[in-house]
């Protein structure tokens, strides 16, 4: 290993002159270490140039939190009406925590459907990263396969994630729900990764019945609506390219393929709940990939 | 929402009929809660069948950690001597962390690289699931897209746990290494968390200084399967699999393709630090994702 000496600081390989100049409006980290000063900056990247990704159209495609073989079209033939029936002690426990954690939720955001969705996203993407990096973590200690769990929990937090940047576009948040948003995730990621650690049972049972209630409230969303209580606006850019929509989308239809987002959350959660009340681990059953 | 009454437990919906039996001898959930005793068990899956997958040859996928999609051909060319210069204070504290790290390591190890290889995967599989869930709770909580950042490194969590899972092939844990990576689990999944939520700078920094090592250990690794001192086994059938490696892969080349994978966690995490350096936040930058 040679070393560089001299440099300002960092970067010293960014000398070595893989790449050189690109674009400068582009939003690519530039190396603070190159010579030249501000105006010639070389893409250190490490040797990692940005990638050039474009549309099926052609266009460029500008989302870099989500790639176009990422993208899905929702499974709107999915079952919205399925429950299930809480008959065991945890299940009526689970069951009783989210319809009581309902009245206040409805209380504080009413009929406002488009902040309820967004708000309520920030907290629903926390439970699949949790138990992915529980089962991830466990797979390591005890030199495990996951069965895919890891993967499957893990894109459910990145598909509740791609909610919450879809909701973002249609109700901008105020200053004081950033703030409910910092402490409600303080206050749930610990209680959900305790929850998880204790019974893993409960905690998807509850995230089962947690994702039947986002249905409720979407097909609630859907009614206000129709009734053009709440305007129907052109689809966010971001929701037409992740789920694959008509480019003269609208809100309804982002609603619409949220909410079967939803019921596929609750069959993965419910099932990962199932597994364990068969006295089972997650991992002896195939994890259910290959949605998105 | 009709309640269905009257089962033993859970699934209730496993009634209703979508799915018949699958082939029992398969590892998939069934149904506790179907009628008819352990005998006719019912696929539940709250309407999740497993997949059946097939390789590019027909024969049947046996993995369910990892998909054929995900598979990948690593980058050989990569090149394998690049070193970060420490300068900054910051840097240099990153560097002889991880140099003070590795004596201890030889010492334990000495020459069992394979070994060595899996004991060090356990550890090398956090980082990126550390980094990865608190860029996704940032992302939630301040409304923002992640720049791909959660994914680059969630992706690198989840290729660290597949080198687990071929090294786990070629040397299996005794009782005492599996009470050692339960402890050094404990220990450094706390330690990087704290770590990361005070300088995510000086995080990535000494993850990269850790791959540079791990890619020092590797090339010791090969010289001793060239030296016939480690047996050149043929290739796990996992490793084969996951990188797409020829039927008649041996170890080595396994360890080849690993190394070049640490090559490449190397460069993405001093990319990380050096945007840090720049007073920019990682979002602002798009992350180098299509790796794997
Ligand atoms: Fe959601
Ligand atoms: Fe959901
Ligand atoms: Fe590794
Ligand atoms: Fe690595």
Known sequence: ????????????????????????????????????????????????????????????????????????????????????????FLDKMAFWTVKSLRWPTDLFFQRRYGCRAMMLETVAAVPGMVGGLLLHCKSLRRFEHSGGWIKALLEEA?????????????????????????TVQGVFFN????????????????????????????????????KGNIENV???????????????????????VVRADEAHHRDVNHFASDIHYQGRELRESAAPLGYH
């Open 1 to 88: 290993r040679a070393p560089v000496l001299g440099l300002r600081n960092g970067s010293s390989m960014a000398l070595q002159g893989e790449k050189t100049d690109r674009v400068k409006k582009e939003p690519v980290a530039e190396s603070a270490g190159a010579p030249g000063g501000k105006d010639e900056k070389q893409i250190s990247y490490w040797g990692i140039p940005p990638e050039k990704i474009s549309k099926e159209d052609g266009t460029e495609w500008k989302w870099n939190c989500f790639r176009p073989w990422e993208t899905y079209k929702a499974d709107l033939s999915i079952d919205l009406q399925k429950h299930h029936v809480p008959t065991t």
């Open 158 to 182: 990145e598909n509740e994630r791609m909610h919450l940047m879809t909701f973002m576009e249609v109700a901008k948040p105020k200053w004081y729900e950033r703030a409910l948003v910092f």
């Open 191 to 226: 209680a959900y990764f305790l929850g998880y650690l204790i019974s893993p049972k409960f905690a998807h049972r509850m995230v089962g019945y947690l994702e039947e209630e986002a249905i409720h409230s979407y097909t609630e969303f859907l009614k206000e609506l129709d």
């Open 234 to 256: 052109p689809a966010p850019a971001i929701a037409i390219d992740y789920w694959r929509l008509p480019a003269d989308s609208t809100l309804r239809d982002v609603v619409t």
